[in-house]
């Protein structure tokens, strides 16, 4: 604790103890003392709260990550389901490096980009943070770049890969999160119940074509590909996929998707 005081405020061990002692032992409060009296020394410093936050879901063996247990809690006390596409959102914007991990800094960092430092804060902030990736708001992250879909959908999939070297995703995986993301895609169509249905049926063809193949494994490129196909090609057409060119750069994991189309009599 008292080098956790010390990585805050940038003090020695001493003033650590004196504060920490002063504050119960508790880190937060430690700060907050710490800075009352050091008021111009605030302005780099790391919020005691999201600290405190981080620290009571934190991996007992390692300090610095939320684990798959912690990460469970995290969402429950956000009211995020975890198989909400929201859970998914979350790990966007904090940067998580796989399923079930928050790192420390990244945690801390961006929750105080954005001048979050409450469980309640950070419940509707996700909330709207995810609505306004959905509807095209002009976003920025903590590092300037633009928030889209298109980075939140190619996110998912290095989110998911387990394996330092990893570089495909297990079909039944791939057309879970699929199934996830590809009803929130932008200019899929609301209303029109008859386009919809139409839509839906071509997503169940391509996961079915994707179980028929013998090597069912999904690479990036596959991946990133279909979201622009699907959104130029099936979402635009998909009683006849109108706007599929042959000769475009698609994987080749499409292009037998759309003769797999014709093949089975999907398309005339």
Known sequence: ???QFCELTGTSITTAGRYLESGNYDIARAVDLYYSKHPGEKHDSVDPKLVAIFDSYKDSNNPDIIDIDGTIRYLEDLKIDPDDPKSLTLAFLLKAPKVGEFQRD???NSWQFYNITSLKEMSQFVANFHRDILQGVNLKDIDGEPVTFKRLYNFTFRFLLEAEN???LDVALAVS????????VPGFPNGNE???SKINERISNW?????????????FDTWSMFLPFFQEVIITDPYKLSNYDEMAAWPSKIDEYVEYLYDNNFLS
């Open 166 to 168: 990893q570089k495909v």
């Open 177 to 184: 999160y699929w199934q996830l993301l590809l009803p929130l």
């Open 207 to 219: 996961f079915d074509y994707l179980n028929a193949k013998p090597k069912k494994v999904i690479s």
């Open 1 to 3: 604790m008292m080098n």
């Open 194 to 196: 008859s386009l919809r």
């Open 106 to 108: 990244s945690f801390i």
